[in-house]
């Protein structure tokens, strides 16, 4: 099946910094990428899909401002959360798809921690 | 009402037990169905897609309501492995609903 990692997997920062989020793909070319954050016993929510070259469609509720996603290429999406603090902890997860509509494979997540 | 609602249980059955459990979706536009299995701190992995005749995936047999809108999940002769929060997902337009889970834990 397809890679695709994540980069950090795990992440502790202290209130007010801003953490950047890798998510590759890593023998396929994804043409849409979804980020989500789960908090505990929560379920995933949406976040914001990005396609390759395009800016991203966030959800409702979601600050663009202090998320930013940048597709930059097939195989590369990073989500930055700027000026963290300790609410944004939460497990961070992206999925990737490869055209094909049922194709999906989701990143081993990112756990991030705000002190 | 949440898109996707689900027992969160936790279903503790031991070892050799059959354990099934439920899950509603609200909107009927939805277009396809699915059963992740989520280990703690890990991704979602797909356990299996779920059929409109229901659909049997060795000791997994999932099945599909339309009619009344719940999906379900029955596994057979349960495993000490098969403890994970199981979570149900929903496709409506190309955009994954998912539900918060049902935590199955097995005994031995």
């Known amino acids: 099946g397809a890679v695709v990692s994540q980069h950090p997997s795990w992440v502790i920062c202290k209130s007010g910094t801003s953490v950047k989020i890798e998510c590759r793909s890593l023998?396929?070319?994804?043409?849409?990428m979804f980020w989500y954050r789960q908090f505990p016993k929560q379920s995933l929510m949406l976040m914001a899909t990005?396609?390759?070259?395009?800016?991203?469609?966030?959800e409702q509720g979601v600050e663009k401002d202090k998320f930013l996603i940048n597709h930059a290429s097939l195989t590369l999406s990073t989500l930055t959360v700027t000026s963290a603090h300790p609410e944004d902890s939460s497990f961070y997860i992206c999925?990737?798809?490869?055209?094909?509509?049922?194709?999906?494979?989701f990143g081993p997540g990112t756990r991030l921690t705000v002190l | 009402r949440k898109e996707v609602e689900q027992d969160p249980g936790p279903f503790n059955v031991p070892e050799g037990a059959t354990v099934a459990f439920n899950c509603t979706y609200s909107?009927?536009?939805?277009?396809?169905f699915f059963w992740y299995r989520q280990d703690c701190r890990k991704e979602p992995k797909l356990l299996m897609s779920?059929?409109?005749s229901g659909n049997e995936d060795g000791r997994f047999t999932a099945q599909l309501n339309r009619a009344s809108q719940y999906i379900s999940l029955l596994i057979r002769d349960s495993k000490l492995s098969d403890s994970a929060t199981y979570l149900c997902?929903?496709?409506?337009?190309?955009?994954?609903?998912f539900g918060a889970g049902t935590t199955v834990t097995v005994r031995a």
């Open positions: 990005s396609n390759e070259g395009s800016k991203a469609t966030y």
């Open positions: 779920v059929y409109s």
């Open positions: 997902v929903v496709n409506i337009m190309g955009k994954l609903s």
């Open positions: 999925r990737l798809r490869e055209g094909s509509y049922n194709e999906q494979f």
């Open positions: 023998d396929f070319q994804a043409t849409t």
């Open positions: 909107n009927s536009a939805s277009q396809s």
